[in-house]
């Protein structure tokens, strides 16, 4: 699994349309925000790359085998 972390428009969009449209790597983004609603779906950790604007503190579930 490769994380993408970065800056909010910092251009991490435009390379998961790359990786998507020239290789065929799909993705999953991982939510951002105060709003306890905005949680990350079940099967987030089915995709080889994930979006984020979030620390590594604050992604849950904080499970340390989770490479990151």
Do not use: C
């Amino acid at each position: 699994m490769m994380w993408i972390a970065s800056y909010p428009r910092s251009g991490n969009t435009f390379l998961r349309i790359v990786l998507s449209e020239v290789y065929g790597i799909e993705s999953s983004e991982y939510p951002v925000g105060p709003n306890k609603a905005n949680k990350p779906g079940d099967n987030y950790l089915d995709y080889e790359v994930i979006k984020t604007h979030s620390l590594p503190s604050q992604i849950v579930p904080g499970d340390k085998a989770i490479p990151a």
